[in-house]
């Protein structure tokens, strides 16, 4: 009885400075739809209905969309980044239940998420710095031989800048670096399920497809193009 009231009460909350007083306790063992609230909530999940009629996203990149989520709107309220790791980290201790040493992020969108999971475990964290060229640097702090590392990012659509931290991380430090079998998200966005031989582990998956304006379906069938920061209300049909 207790457990069906919390998950109701989040429901019920009717705005983001609302979620602002959940505490961890309130939050435990998300359902997939009290996620999807949260993230609705603050402005940073859209999905399509499928209608064509309906306006569409169009993104920073200039192509459509039928889908728009931005993680870091979320992580902007420390307690939902706190809420949020530890939910990742029970997801992850299904496939790893092994302390870790290190957990470790991309700059900048995984650094308040992956410092929020490190509290979690009790362990150590940084995150690594991204350079024009667009690779991930590792150099203030050396990770000691037989220190297990995991590494975690808020979004993942391609493996490209798990693949820049990591390398990153083994090209800053002398000795080799253990990373466990696992990588962490909050959000899936890819046909990727795998990283470097093993699983992405993730709290929520979203079939988000993108075109060019000239090929965009949503675009053809007459449906309006939004900027979705500019154009919330009206994207989510409340204008």
């Given at each position: 009885m207790h457990e069906e009231e919390r998950r109701a009460?989040?429901?019920?909350?009717?705005?983001?400075?609302?979620?602002?007083?959940?505490?961890?306790?309130?939050?435990?063992?998300?359902?997939?739809?009290?996620?999807?609230?949260i993230f609705k909530l603050c402005g940073a999940l859209w999905l399509?209905?499928?209608?064509?009629?309906?306006?569409?996203?169009?993104?920073?990149?200039?192509?459509?969309?039928?889908?728009?989520?931005?993680?870091?709107?979320?992580?902007?309220?420390?307690?939902?980044?706190?809420?949020?790791?530890r939910e990742l980290m029970n997801k992850i201790l299904k496939t790893w239940d092994i302390g870790v040493d290190w957990v470790v992020g991309s700059d900048h969108a995984a650094a308040t998420l992956s410092h929020s999971v490190a509290i979690w475990y009790n362990a150590q964290h940084d995150f690594t710095e991204k350079m024009p060229d667009g690779k991930q640097l590792w150099k203030r702090f050396a990770i000691m031989p037989g220190e297990l590392v995991l590494q975690v990012e808020e979004l993942i659509t391609t493996t490209k800048t798990l693949q820049a931290v990591r390398n990153g991380i083994r090209?800053?430090?002398?000795?080799?670096?253990?990373?466990?079998?696992?990588?962490?998200?909050?959000?899936?966005?890819?046909?990727?399920?795998?990283?470097?031989?093993?699983?992405?582990?993730?709290?929520?998956?979203?079939?988000?497809?993108?075109?060019?304006?000239?090929?965009?379906?949503?675009?053809?069938?007459?449906?309006?193009?939004?900027?979705?920061?500019?154009n919330w209300a009206e994207l989510i049909g409340q204008k």
């Open positions: 009460n989040i429901l019920d909350i009717k705005s983001e400075e609302g979620l602002r007083y959940l505490r961890s306790m309130d939050a435990k063992d998300l359902t997939t739809a009290e996620f999807d609230h399509h209905s499928g209608d064509p009629k309906m306006p569409h996203a169009e993104l920073t990149s200039g192509k459509c969309s039928n889908g728009f989520i931005d993680v870091l709107r979320v992580l902007k309220n420390a307690n939902l980044c706190q809420i949020l790791a090209e800053g430090n002398l000795w080799p670096v253990d990373f466990i079998p696992v990588v962490g998200t909050l959000v899936h966005r890819s046909d990727v399920y795998e990283f470097d031989g093993y699983p992405i582990v993730y709290f929520a998956h979203y079939d988000i497809q993108t075109w060019e304006p000239s090929e965009c379906p949503l675009c053809k069938a007459g449906s309006k193009r939004l900027r979705p920061k500019q």
